[in-house]
Nanobody, 118 residues
């Protein structure tokens, strides 16, 4: 397992942009797949975006396609979620998750809060 620490959340206006960061500690960063999840108040935690261990495959939930971009920096052991044109419905706590290779995610960060107001 790896340790994950998210940062970059905040309170913004609709239409603004934010970049979330996930600092990853532990061995073999290059062998891990990563995902970003969002949990809105009173709702379940849902997948927002994911990136395969080799960087070849990405996934975005429909509501963020064209607005969010997930990237990784293997040299810095960092994962990012660039969020543009934020909407009120993007509000929630964002969590970074990691899974070795194609295995299920088994490492989670504590999350960072994003609040978008109109």
């Amino acid at each position: 397992q790896v340790q994950l620490v998210e940062s970059g959340g905040g309170a913004v206006q609709a239409g603004d942009s934010l970049t979330l960061s996930c600092k990853v500690s532990g061995p073999t960063f290059n062998s891990y797949a990563f995902g970003w999840f969002r949990q809105a108040p009173g709702k379940e935690r849902d997948s927002v975006a994911s990136l395969s261990w080799d960087g070849e495959q990405t996934y975005y939930t429909d509501s963020v396609k064209g607005r969010f971009t997930i990237t990784r920096d293997n040299a810095k052991n960092m994962v990012y979620l660039r969020m543009t044109n934020l909407k009120v419905e993007d509000t929630g706590r964002y969590f970074c998750a990691a899974g070795f290779g194609s295995q299920a995610y088994d490492s989670w960060g504590q999350g960072t809060q994003v609040t978008v107001s109109s």
